[in-house]
C-alpha cells in the first residue's frame, strides 16, 4: 500500500497562494488525487491527475485557480492553489487512486495521507 505525508499547508490571505505537496512512499502508476474536508462538512473531492500528468480533472469550486501537477521521478504530487478564497479553508487530503484514470469519487481512492490544513483568512 502507498504512504503519502502532505505538506505545504499554512495561514493565508484571501487572494494568496499555497503550494502543497504530496510524497508518496512507494511507486504507483495510479491517479492521483486532492480532496478536502471544512469542519461540519463532508469530504469533497478538489482535483486528481492520471500517471502520464495528461489526465486531469477539478471540481468546478477551482477550476481556473488550482492546478495540479505530479513529478513521478519523485513520487510527488502537488495542488497550486491560487485566488484563494475563504471558503477553500479545510484539511486537504492527498490520495492514490486504485486504477489509472482520474475519479472524483473518494471510493476509488484507496490510500490518504494526514492532511494538512489550509486556513483562508478574509
Known amino acids: 500500500q502507498v504512504q503519502l505525508v502532505e505538506s505545504g499547508g499554512g495561514l493565508v490571505q484571501a487572494g494568496g497562494s499555497l503550494r502543497l505537496s504530496c510524497a508518496a512512499s512507494?511507486?504507483?502508476?495510479?491517479?492521483l488525487g486532492w480532496f478536502r474536508q471544512a469542519p461540519g462538512k463532508e469530504r469533497e473531492f478538489v482535483a486528481a491527475?492520471?500517471?502520464?500528468?495528461?489526465?486531469?480533472h477539478y471540481a468546478d469550486s477551482v477550476k481556473g485557480r488550482f492546478t495540479i501537477s505530479r513529478d513521478n521521478a519523485k513520487n510527488t504530487v502537488y495542488l497550486q492553489m491560487n485566488s484563494l478564497k475563504p471558503e477553500d479553508t479545510a484539511a486537504y487530503y492527498c490520495a492514490a487512486g486504485k486504477y489509472s484514470w482520474t475519479s472524483d469519487d473518494s471510493r476509488d481512492f484507496g490510500s490518504w495521507g494526514q492532511g494538512t490544513q489550509v486556513t483562508v483568512s478574509s
Open positions: 512507494g511507486r504507483t502508476s495510479n491517479a
Open positions: 491527475i492520471t500517471w502520464t500528468a495528461v489526465g486531469t
